[in-house]
């Protein structure tokens, strides 16, 4: 099994930073990406960031150039550093691995529990 535990959220003002932690352990064969995903009250669940073992990043256009995703291999973390926070990024957010159990394994997806991100004055 693959446990995702995500740490980091909270309450910030606007303008503020989060850095989002997310640790995954258990055992996985080989890793495609390591993510976060955020979901509002009443929206659908959406790509926020994203990284490839091949250290692509992939980011939502509304938090290019605030949001910077990366990961640590050595320790199974991806972190979420989120500047300049605003309002709408309020949300649930979640943290995603997708990868092989078994090299003979079609690829899964896991999700942590999510961590909530609000953003007010």
């Known amino acids: 099994q693959v446990q995702l535990v995500e740490s980091g959220g909270g309450l910030v003002q606007p303008g503020g930073s989060l850095r989002l932690s997310c640790v995954a352990s258990g055992s996985i064969f080989r890793t495609i990406a390591m993510g976060w995903y955020r979901q509002a009250p009443g929206k659908l669940r959406e790509l926020v960031a994203t990284?490839?073992?091949?250290?692509?990043?992939n980011y939502l256009d509304s938090v290019k150039g605030r949001f910077t995703i990366s990961k640590n291999n050595a320790m199974n973390t991806v972190y979420l550093q989120m500047n300049n926070l605003k309002p709408e990024d309020t949300a649930v957010y979640f943290c995603n691995v997708r990868g092989y159990i078994t090299p003979q394994s079609s690829f899964d997806d896991f999700w942590g529990l999510g961590t909530q991100v609000t953003v007010s004055s």
């Open positions: 990284v490839t073992a091949g250290h692509n990043t």
